[in-house]
C-alpha cells in the first residue's frame, strides 16, 4: 500500500513539474508595452501582471517565475526595491526572479546614479550561454544606461573593447561594469535589458540565445525555443527568400523615398536648428528631428544622414552637417528617379540642389568664384570647411551633377562642371597625384606652379581614383590631352604599387572598389590588353571576397593603414577604423565599398561586355535589395542603408569603433544615392558612361578647358 502511495505521489510530482514546464505562468510587473512583454505574450506564455514586487511575491504560486522590469528607464525608480523580506519569501516560495535597474537589494554594493555610456559593449564573461554564446562575446546594448555595482561573478560586463565579434585583448585593460548577475534566486539586470527590440539591441541571434537562456532558467525549462523574436528593424527580405520581379525597382523607390522619410531637406522652418547643431563642422551631431518638421525642396540643401549612435528608445543622432558631395550625389539619386518614375518633383528637388551647392551656398564662392584665383572652379568641402578641397569628395559632387544634368537633359551647369574639373587638375602634380586633402590659402600662396610641378606619389585610389574618373570624362568630350595623359601616368604608378604600397586606409577592398571605375573608363578611351589587365587585376582580387549572398567581405591591408591601428582597448572608436578586426569577419560594407562597387563594376561590364563583371554586379544589386532597411516603427531609417551588414547572422552588425561613421550610420550621399543610382542604371539595363555621352554642338566644354587651361 505504501508503494503504491509512493508511486502515485511520484507520478503526481512528475506530472505537475512536466505541466509547469510545459505551460508556466509568468508573473509580470512592468508596462504590457514592454519588449519581453510583447515577447512573452507572443510566445503563448500565461501571464499575471502585478503592480509591485511585493503583491507578485504574496500572490505568485510557489515554483512562479517573476519578472521586474524598469518602467523608469533611464531614470531610476525608488519603488525598484527588494528588500530582507522579500528575499525570505522569494526562497520559502522557490521563485525564480529577474529584476532589473534595482533601486536597492540587500548586501549589494551599488551606486544610486546610472552611468550613460555609448562605445561601451556587452562582454559575456560564463559559459552559461553555451558554444553559441562563449566568453568574450559581444553585445550591443545601445546607450545604456546602468548602475554600478561590486560583483565578483557577472553572466555579462559592460566594457569598452576592441573587436568584431569579441572582446580581442580581453577585459584585464579596461574598465568593466556587472551588467547581468545571479545572487541566490534573483537575477540582477544592472541595465534596462528588457528593452532589446526598443533599442535595437544585437546581434539578434546573441541577444535572442541571451534570452532564451533566461527563460529557460526562470521557467526551468532547460530545452525553451523562442519562435518569434521581436524586432523593429530588418533587412528588406531574409537571405534565401526570393525576389518579387519588381524587387529592384521597389528597393529605388523606397531608396529615393527615404530623402523625405528621413526629413534630410532643410526647410526654412528649421532653418535655426540646422544651423544649431551643425556648429563649426567638427562635431556636427545633434538629436533626431522632429517628425512633425516638414521637409525643404532642396533650395536650402540637404543634410547628411544618421550617426552610429543608437539611442535607448531606438531612435539614431542625426548628423547636421551641410557637404558639397553630398549634393551633388543626392542630385544625381533624385533626377535618376524623376526619370524613372516621372516624377516632377524629384527632378525640381535635384536642380534645387545643384543650384544650392554653386549659387546660394559658400562652396563656390570667394576665391573659388574669382577667375583670376588659382582656387577658381574649386568646390569647397562644406559650408563650415568651404576652403578646404578633398579631391575625392569634388569628383563625387561633379560626377553626381554630371549624371543628373544627364538625367534631367540640362546643359545649365556645363560651365560648373568643366571649370570644377580643371581646378583639380591644375592643383594636380605632374604624375597625376593631388593628396588627400589641399587648402584655399596654401593654394593662393603657393600658385598654380607649385602644385602642377610637385613630383608627388599617392597611391590612395579612394582619394584619387574618381578624380582621374573625371579627367577621363571630360577628356572623352573634349580631346583635351593632358588629362589623359597625366591620368595615364597616375594609374601606370598606382598598380605597379599594387597592392603592397597602396595606402589603403581603413580599407583595401575600398580602394580596390574605387579604382575599378578609372580602370574601366580607360578602357573605353583605350582598349588595349594592358589596361584590361590591370582592370581584371583589382576587379578579379575584389570579387575573390563577393560571398554566396552577393555581398563583398570587408579585407584591410597589409601593415599600417592612414588611420590608428586598434592595437588596446583604449584604441575603440577614437579614430576612423574598419567595420572587422581581422580579414575573413563576415561583414559587407555599404557606406565605402559595396555602394561604390556596384557602380564601378556595372561600368566595368558596359566598358568591356566581360559577362563576369555583369554578373557580379547583379549578384550585389540582388544583395542590396535584400539588405535595405525595413521599419514601420522607425521611419526616418527605413529604405536606408546602414554602413555594416553581417551576411552570416544576416544582420545589421560589425565593429562599431569608427568615430562618427560607425556600423549603422546612414549617409544621403556616399551610400544611399550611388546605390539608388546603381540599382536603377542595372535595372535599365544602362551605364553612367552612355547616359552622359552626349557631346555639346556649340563647343562650350572645350572652351572653358581652354580657359582653365592657360599658364598664369
Not at 478 to 488: D, H, I, N, S, V
Not at 516 to 524: D, G, K, N, Q, T
Not at 595 to 616: C, M
Amino acid at each position: 500500500m505504501i508503494a503504491k502511495l509512493l508511486t502515485q505521489c511520484a507520478f503526481l510530482l512528475l506530472f505537475t513539474s512536466c505541466a509547469l514546464a510545459k505551460d508556466p505562468v509568468i508573473a509580470f510587473c512592468g508596462s504590457s508595452k514592454n519588449d519581453l512583454y510583447i515577447l512573452l505574450k507572443q510566445e503563448g506564455y500565461k501571464i499575471k501582471h502585478y503592480e509591485s514586487l511585493q503583491s507578485a511575491i504574496q500572490s505568485s504560486s510557489p515554483g512562479t517565475p517573476v519578472f521586474v522590469v524598469s518602467d523608469s528607464y533611464p531614470e531610476t525608480d525608488s519603488k525598484q526595491r527588494i528588500s530582507e523580506a522579500m528575499l525570505k519569501a522569494i526562497n520559502r516560495k522557490e521563485l525564480n526572479v529577474y529584476i532589473e535597474y534595482p533601486a536597492f537589494f540587500p548586501g549589494l554594493a551599488m551606486e544610486q546614479e546610472p552611468l550613460e555610456t555609448r562605445l561601451e559593449r556587452g562582454v559575456v564573461t560564463s559559459n552559461a550561454f553555451g558554444e553559441s554564446l562563449p566568453p568574450m562575446s559581444l553585445l550591443g546594448i545601445h546607450n545604456c544606461h546602468i548602475l554600478p555595482v561590486r560583483e565578483e561573478n557577472p553572466l555579462i560586463v559592460l566594457a569598452k573593447v576592441v573587436g568584431f565579434d569579441k572582446a580581442e585583448y580581453g577585459l584585464d585593460s579596461t574598465k568593466t561594469y556587472p551588467l547581468l548577475f545571479k545572487r541566490g534566486r534573483v537575477f540582477l539586470s544592472m541595465t534596462k535589458l528588457s528593452n532589446f527590440a526598443t533599442a535595437r539591441y544585437g546581434p539578434i541571434a546573441s541577444i535572442k540565445r541571451v534570452w532564451t537562456w533566461l527563460l529557460a532558467e526562470m521557467t526551468r525549462q532547460p530545452g525553451l525555443k523562442i519562435d518569434n523574436w521581436l524586432t523593429y528593424v530588418r533587412p528588406m527580405y531574409q537571405k534565401d527568400e526570393p525576389l518579387p520581379a519588381n524587387a529592384r525597382l521597389q528597393s529605388v523607390r523606397r531608396g529615393v523615398e527615404w530623402f523625405d522619410n528621413a526629413n534630410l531637406f532643410v526647410h526654412p522652418e528649421w532653418k535655426d536648428l540646422w544651423l544649431k547643431y551643425q556648429g563649426d563642422g567638427l562635431m556636427p551631431v545633434g538629436p533626431p528631428l522632429p517628425s512633425e518638421l516638414p521637409n525643404g525642396d532642396g533650395t536650402l540643401g540637404i543634410i547628411e544622414g544618421h550617426t552610429s549612435s543608437i539611442n535607448y528608445d531606438g531612435s539614431q543622432l542625426y548628423r547636421y552637417w551641410m557637404r558639397a558631395d553630398v549634393q551633388g550625389e543626392v542630385s544625381m539619386a533624385l533626377a535618376a528617379a524623376g526619370n524613372a518614375f516621372n516624377d516632377k518633383g524629384y527632378r525640381e528637388k535635384a536642380a534645387n540642389l545643384i543650384n544650392y551647392l554653386f549659387e546660394t551656398s559658400n562652396m563656390r564662392a570667394g576665391a573659388k568664384d574669382d577667375r583670376s584665383s588659382p582656387a577658381y572652379g574649386l568646390i569647397g568641402w562644406s559650408v563650415t570647411q568651404p576652403g578646404s578641397f578633398y579631391g575625392d569628395d569634388n569628383a563625387r559632387a561633379i560626377l553626381g551633377i554630371i549624371g543628373a544634368s544627364a538625367y534631367l537633359e540640362s546643359t545649365e551647369w556645363d560651365t560648373e562642371i568643366v571649370e570644377a574639373i580643371m581646378a583639380n587638375f591644375r592643383t594636380t602634380g605632374k604624375q597625376g597625384f593631388r593628396s588627400s586633402r589641399l587648402e584655399e590659402g596654401d593654394i593662393v600662396a603657393n600658385g598654380l606652379k607649385f602644385y602642377e610641378e610637385r613630383d608627388l606619389f599617392y597611391p590612395s585610389p579612394h582619394f584619387e581614383s574618381w578624380m582621374w574618373a573625371c579627367y577621363l570624362w571630360l577628356y572623352n568630350k573634349t580631346g583635351y590631352e593632358p588629362l589623359l595623359e597625366k591620368t595615364k601616368t597616375a594609374i601606370k604608378l598606382t598598380m605597379e604599387a599594387y597592392p603592397k604600397k597602396w595606402l589603403w586606409g581603413s580599407s583595401l577592398q575600398t580602394q580596390r572598389a574605387r579604382m575599378v571605375l578609372p580602370l574601366a573608363w580607360l578602357v573605353r578611351i583605350e582598349d588595349t590588353e594592358e589596361h584590361r589587365r590591370w582592370l581584371d587585376i583589382v576587379a578579379a582580387d575584389l570579387l575573390k571576397a563577393q560571398v554566396e549572398s552577393g555581398g563583398i567581405r570587408e579585407e584591410i591591408g597589409d601593415g599600417p593603414g592612414l588611420f590608428r591601428e586598434l592595437k588596446s582597448n583604449s584604441d575603440y572608436g577614437v579614430d576612423e577604423s574598419s567595420l572587422i578586426f581581422e580579414n575573413g569577419d563576415p561583414v559587407a560594407e555599404m557606406l565605402y565599398t559595396c555602394n561604390f562597387a556596384i557602380f564601378s563594376l556595372n561600368e566595368a561590364a558596359h566598358a568591356t561586355g566581360n559577362p563576369s563583371y555583369r554578373k557580379a554586379a547583379e549578384k550585389l544589386s540582388d544583395f542590396l535589395v535584400r539588405i535595405q532597411v525595413e521599419s514601420e516603427k522607425h521611419k526616418d531609417i527605413d529604405g536606408a542603408w546602414f554602413r555594416a551588414f553581417e551576411y552570416d547572422r544576416w544582420d545589421y552588425w560589425a565593429s562599431n569603433a569608427d568615430k562618427g561613421w560607425g556600423a549603422w550610420c546612414t549617409l544621403s550621399g556616399w551610400s544611399q544615392s550611388w546605390i539608388v543610382t546603381s540599382l536603377l542604371q542595372i535595372e535599365q539595363d544602362e551605364s553612367y558612361w552612355d547616359l552622359t555621352a552626349g557631346t555639346r554642338p556649340d563647343g562650350s566644354l572645350k572652351k572653358t578647358v581652354d580657359f582653365m587651361s592657360k599658364k598664369r
